[in-house]
C-alpha cells in the first residue's frame, strides 16, 4: 500500500495498517482499536500530539479521538498541555476535552474552565467551544471572568451562545430591502469582458448575474473567465463562474464537453466539474478518465465532485467502483470519504454494503449519517444505532437517524 505525504509533509501510515486507519479516521481503526490496545494506544497518542487531518480546520476527529481516548483509558494530560501550546495545538486539543468532558471526565471539564478564567492566549476560542458543546449551566458561571478579560472589547466570536445568552452581544440590525430590480445582463457581461476589469470585480460581476433569469450568452465567454489562484501562480475559474453556468442545465452540455477537452488545464477541470453535475451516461468514459488521473496523481482534495456525478449516474457506472473504493480507503482527506461511500452506495451496491457498515463509526458525521440510513440490516447495525441515539455529544440529526433506524 502506498505512503501519502500531506501538503506540510506529514508521513502516513499504510491504510490498512491500524495506525493509518487511525489517521484517517475510518470506522475500522474504531473497531480494531478495541483488539489490538497497545498499537492502538501509541497510535491515538501520535494523533494527539501531531494533527493528522489533511486539512486541519474542515477535517473532523474530536469525537473520534475521544471515544478512542475513552475506549483505551488514556490520561488526558497531554491534551491538558497542549492547551498552553501555539494556536493550532490548542484548537485541536480544547475541541476534544470539551467532548470528553460531556461525557463524564471532570478532568478535562475542569482544565477548560481554568484556561478561560486564566485568559490565557485563545481563550476566547475556547469559551466558543465549550459555549457550543456544553449544557448552559456548565458554563454560565464565567459570566464574570469573560466581561473582566473581555475589559469593554468587542468579542472575537460575537454571534457565539454565551454573549447571546448573557446579553452581552451586540444587537442584530435588520434593513428592509429595497425594491428589487433584475440586473441588466448585456450590460454586465461587457463589463465581464472589458480588459479594464479586475479580477475581484469581474468576479463581482459575476455573482451578480444570479440576481436574474440564467444568461446563455455566458457560455461563450467562459474560456475568457479565469483568474490566478489567490497566493498561487494557477490558473482557475473565476468564483461563482460554475454555479451560472450550471444554472443553464443541458444547455451547458455541449460547450463543457468542448471545454473538458481543450489543452487548457483550468478550463479542462471546469468543464469536467460541469460534467460531472449535468452529464450523460455518454460522459462517463471522461469522467472515468479524469478520476483515474486523480488517482494516478493522489489528488485527495478534489475528486469528491466527481464521485457526486457517478452517483447521480447511479448503476451505469458501475464501472468506477473499483477506483471509488480505492479513494474511499487510501484518502487522508476523510471530508470527502462521504462522497466515495455515497457513490459506491448508488454504482455498486454490494461493494458498498460491508463499507457501509464500518462507517458506523467513521470520524465524518456525513458518513455516519449515510451509514445509519443505508447499511444493511445486522446485529452490529442495531447495537451502534443505539450507541449514536443515546449519545449525549452525537449530532442532533445523527442522534434521530439512529433513533429511526
Same mark, same amino acid.
Request: hydrophobic content about 45%; aromatic content about 6%.
Given at each position: 500500500?502506498?505512503?501519502?505525504? %500531506? ?8 491504510? %490498512? ?42 477535517? &473532523? ?29 490548542? +484548537? ?7 467532548? *470528553? ?6 478532568? !478535562? ?8 478564567? &486564566? ?15 456544553? $449544557? @448552559?449551566?456548565? +458554563?454560565?458561571? *464565567?459570566? /464574570? ?12 466570536? $460575537? ?6 445568552? +448573557? ?14 430590480? #433584475?440586473? %441588466? ?8 469582458? =472589458? ?17 436574474? #433569469? ?27 463562474? =460554475?454555479?451560472? @453556468? ?5 444547455? /451547458?452540455?455541449? #460547450? ?11 478550463? !479542462? ?13 455518454? =460522459?462517463?468514459?471522461?469522467?472515468? /478518465?479524469? *478520476? ?18 457517478? !452517483? ?46 464500518? &462507517? ?16 444493511? %440490516?445486522? $446485529?452490529?447495525? &442495531? ?23
Amino acid at each position: 500500500m502506498p505512503v501519502e505525504d %500531506d501538503a506540510a509533509g506529514y508521513r502516513y501510515a499504510p491504510a %490498512d495498517s491500524l495506525p493509518g486507519l487511525i489517521e484517517r479516521g475510518r470506522g475500522l481503526g474504531a473497531l480494531r482499536a478495541r483488539e489490538e490496545r497497545a498499537e492502538a494506544r501509541d497510535a491515538v497518542l501520535n494523533c494527539l500530539r501531531t494533527d493528522t487531518r489533511w486539512h486541519r480546520r474542515p477535517g &473532523s476527529r474530536h469525537h473520534y479521538l475521544a471515544d478512542l481516548v475513552r475506549e483505551l483509558a488514556l490520561p488526558i494530560d497531554l491534551p491538558i498541555a497542549l492547551l498552553d501550546a501555539g494556536q493550532q495545538d490548542n +484548537w485541536r486539543s480544547h475541541g476534544l476535552l470539551a467532548v *470528553l468532558a460531556r461525557t463524564g471526565s471532570a478532568e !478535562a471539564r475542569a482544565a477548560l474552565l481554568r484556561y478561560v478564567r &486564566s485568559g490565557h492566549h485563545w481563550w476566547q476560542d475556547v469559551l466558543d467551544t465549550v459555549a457550543g458543546e456544553w $449544557p @448552559v449551566p456548565w +458554563w454560565d458561571g *464565567l459570566r /464574570a471572568d469573560a466581561l473582566r478579560l473581555l475589559a469593554g472589547a468587542e468579542p472575537e466570536h $460575537p454571534g457565539s451562545a454565551c454573549w447571546a445568552h +448573557w446579553g452581552t452581544a451586540a444587537p442584530v440590525v435588520r434593513r428592509e430591502p429595497g425594491p428589487y430590480s #433584475p440586473p %441588466d445582463a448585456a450590460l454586465l457581461l461587457a463589463e465581464i469582458t =472589458d480588459p479594464k476589469t479586475s479580477d475581484i470585480g469581474r468576479m463581482i460581476l459575476v455573482r451578480a448575474l444570479a440576481g436574474g #433569469p440564467p444568461v446563455p450568452e455566458l457560455l461563450p465567454l467562459v474560456p475568457q473567465l479565469s483568474s490566478v489562484e489567490r497566493g498561487g501562480t494557477e490558473l482557475r475559474a473565476l468564483p461563482y463562474l =460554475d454555479g451560472e @453556468v450550471k444554472r443553464l442545465g443541458p444547455l /451547458a452540455l455541449a #460547450p463543457a464537453r468542448e471545454w473538458a477537452a481543450s489543452g487548457e488545464p483550468w478550463l !479542462a477541470a471546469f468543464g469536467l466539474d460541469v460534467l460531472a453535475d449535468l452529464g450523460t451516461a455518454a =460522459d462517463l468514459p471522461l469522467l472515468l /478518465a479524469e *478520476l483515474d488521473r486523480r488517482w494516478t496523481a493522489r489528488r485527495w482534495d478534489v475528486p469528491d465532485r466527481l464521485a457526486d456525478g457517478l !452517483a447521480r449516474l447511479g448503476p451505469a457506472a458501475a464501472e468506477a467502483a473499483p477506483l471509488l473504493q480505492l479513494f474511499w480507503s487510501e484518502t487522508p482527506h476523510s471530508l470527502e470519504r462521504p462522497s466515495y461511500l455515497r457513490a459506491l452506495t448508488a454504482v455498486a451496491p454490494a461493494t458498498a454494503a460491508p463499507l457501509l457498515t464500518e &462507517s458506523l463509526w467513521d470520524c465524518e458525521r456525513r458518513a455516519r449519517l449515510h451509514a445509519l440510513e443505508c447499511a444493511p %440490516d445486522a $446485529p452490529e447495525l &442495531s447495537a451502534r444505532a443505539a450507541e449514536l441515539r443515546d449519545s449525549p455529544v452525537e449530532h442532533p440529526e445523527v442522534r434521530a437517524a439512529a433513533a429511526r433506524r
